[in-house]
Every structure is written in structure tokens, then in C-alpha cells.
């Protein structure tokens, strides 16, 4: 199987139903690299000293905060590749970070249609994989 060394993860363009304009996002799938990237950016290592009776010293815990919000605003503004959708006056909406999520944190239809289309893609690369294996 060939690879496009400049683009691994090339986004897939995903029509709106319904459009009339032919309106359409572009999403991607997140690779193993950029979760290991965002880890370490919305990562906290945490430790904590607890007595425990019976024994002499503090037991150390150590756990980690993961800054959700930020993790989610990284995800959807990679997913969320490329867009031509327009608002409700016609004028075209700016593929932005800001835009990205404002529509998927308050708009229902928006996230159902994201979802659905991240899913699509997910099945889509299972199945090809599955394929490029057994041959």
C-alpha cells in the first residue's frame, strides 16, 4: 500500500443532507501522536501524602488532573479539519477555532452530524485495514 508521506491523515469531506448550497465539513481522525502530544499539554501529575493507620509514614498516592475542557477544545479543532457551511443570512461561517466550538458545544445537529461522520471514518479505516491484512 502506497503512503502519502506528506499528508498520513488526510481529512474526508462529508456533504450536509439536506444542503442546497452543497454545504460540506472535512474531518479527520486523531492519531496516536497528536493524543500523546495533547497528554502531556493538558496533563498534571499530582501527588498526595495520606497516614494510614498502623504504619509510620505517609503513604504517597500519585495521581493526574486532566484538563478536560482543553483537551476537548485540541480534539474538535483537529477533527474538524475544513468547512464551507453558511449561517442562517447566507454568509459564509469562518473555519476557525472559535466557530469549531461554538457549533460543536451548542449545537446538537452540528455534534450529531460530527459524530456520525468521525464514526463513518472510524469504520471506513477498520474495514481498509482489515482488507490491506489479509492480502
Known sequence: MPFNIKDL????????PGSKEKEWIEFR??????LRE??????????????VE?????????SEDVNDDKLFELMWDYQIHDW???DTENKPIPCNKESKL????????FSNFALS??????????I???????N
Request: glycine share 2%.
Open 128 to 134: 481498509r485495514q482489515e482488507q490491506s491484512e489479509k
Open 102 to 109: 461554538l457549533l460543536i458545544s451548542n449545537s446538537l445537529e
Open 29 to 34: 481522525t486523531i492519531p496516536l501522536s497528536k
Open 38 to 51: 495533547w497528554r502531556k499539554k493538558t496533563t498534571v501529575p499530582k501527588v498526595e501524602y495520606h497516614t
Open 54 to 62: 498502623g504504619i509510620d509514614r505517609p503513604y504517597r498516592y500519585e
Open 9 to 16: 491523515n488526510p481529512p474526508a469531506r462529508f456533504f450536509y
Open 117 to 126: 461522520s468521525i464514526k463513518k471514518l472510524n469504520e471506513d479505516e477498520a
Open 84 to 86: 464551507n457551511i453558511k
